[in-house]
């Protein structure tokens, strides 16, 4: 029995979406279980040939033997997880999925207060989902759960009931968390951060289960940082620099064009301790050290490439034990043998 969590190391979008395909289609655990803040998510999963942006849909459905499910602490917009059912059709996530009786719902009226604000869009730089106003909601009491809203009967469980049991029973369970330590409401770069604690524990407590029950904490950094919307970013490089290194990017929810820059190993410290992280997943190797792009294979990669992993192990003190050298989930350096 192992039950894992994957949580991201900076700003969100450490490629995320990219990790948890790879890890779930190779481990297969027996339930995938979302947590995080909600649909201002984006992860980018790119599977037999096709690319998917999920934001609420766990990104572990491509393993096809898994129960997706969406935990409490996860605010659900039906507008958005209808549509991914229906984009995701062919993998029968509709068959899959439950979703935790006490989830908050989104409604419209959270996007149009989330959008019409001025300090959230303007000032924060929010993604428009809805999110801050539907926590805000759920603080205040006011909320509508899941279990309030008939189009969701079908769907609707008790996931860390099941959950619990599940790791009772010796199975495994996948926890995938969303946004990154740098967005956390109270380890993050205050007021420039998401709605919600977005660190390993309460990612736990988001599907239900209690910190002894953890096994691994993977948090995954991309090998140079990215961030949309507004706040400190003590290692942002110009955009003239970022084109120069073919580092360019755009946000999967709001096609924003993403700030960039280096990595920083104090930010990769504070968030391995706060997380409790066990692991280290690195993605986007190959942006960095395009000689090493695709590679399955440790052994090939450049000094320089094999001199960066190393400084990252030793100023956080946690193994990389997955490095990710593309963005389809084949294109993934697997060392986890290698801590047995
Ligand atoms: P959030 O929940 O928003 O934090 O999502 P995320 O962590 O899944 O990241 P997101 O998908 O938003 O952005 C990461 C981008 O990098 C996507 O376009 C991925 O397809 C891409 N990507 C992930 N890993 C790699 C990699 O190793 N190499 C390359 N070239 N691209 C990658
Ligand atoms: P909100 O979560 O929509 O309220 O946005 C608050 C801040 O968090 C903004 O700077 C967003 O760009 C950022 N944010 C929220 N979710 C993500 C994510 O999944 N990836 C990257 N940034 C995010
Ligand atoms: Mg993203």
């Not at 998510?41 to 499910?69: C, N, Q, W």
């Not at 619990?164 to 770069?189: C, H, K, W």
């Amino acid at each position: 029995m192992t039950c894992s969590i994957l949580t991201g190391g900076a700003w969100g979008d450490e490629g995320k979406g990219k990790c948890i395909t790879y890890l779930c289609r190779n481990d297969k655990p027996d339930i995938i279980a979302r947590a995080g803040v909600g649909p201002n998510a984006g992860h980018s999963v790119e599977f037999d040939g096709e690319k998917y942006g999920l934001r609420l849909i766990p990104s572990g459905f491509v393993h096809t033997g898994g129960e997706l499910m969406i935990g409490a602490g996860v605010l659900v917009d039906p507008e958005v997880f209808f549509q991914e059912i229906e984009e995701l059709k062919k993998y029968n996530v509709g068959e899959r999925t439950l979703i935790d009786k006490r989830c908050s719902i989104i409604k419209p009226e959270h996007r149009e207060r989330d959008k019409k604000s001025d300090h959230l869009s303007k000032k924060i730089g929010s993604t428009g989902s809805g999110c801050g106003p539907a926590n805000a909601d759920r603080v205040l009491r006011v909320s509508d759960l899941a279990q309030d809203i008939p189009e969701l009967e079908d769907y609707i469980t008790d996931v860390s009931l099941n959950v619990n049991n599940a790791l009772d029973e010796g199975r495994d369970v996948f926890i995938e968390g969303s946004q990154g330590f740098s967005l956390s409401l109270f380890y993050g770069t205050y007021p420039y951060v998401t709605s919600k604690d977005t660190c390993a524990s309460t990612f736990a407590a988001d599907v239900g289960i209690g910190p002894t029950k953890v096994d691994e904490v993977i948090n995954v950094f991309k090998a140079y940082i990215t961030r949309v919307g507004e706040g400190p970013f003590p290692t942002e490089m110009t955009q003239e620099e970022a084109e120069a290194k073919g580092l360019e990017e755009y946000g999967v929810v709001t096609g924003r064009r993403r700030r960039i820059g280096h990595f920083d190993m104090d930010l990769a410290k504070e968030s391995c301790r706060i997380n409790g992280a066990t692991q280290i997943a690195l993605t986007c190797v190959d942006k960095l050290y395009p000689d090493c792009a695709r590679t399955q294979d440790y052994s090939v990669l450049s000094a320089d490439t094999k001199k960066f992993i190393d400084e990252i192990q030793t100023a956080t003190g946690v193994p990389v034990t997955i490095i990710s050298t593309g963005p389809d989930l084949k294109d993934t350096i697997d060392l986890r043998d290698e801590l047995l």
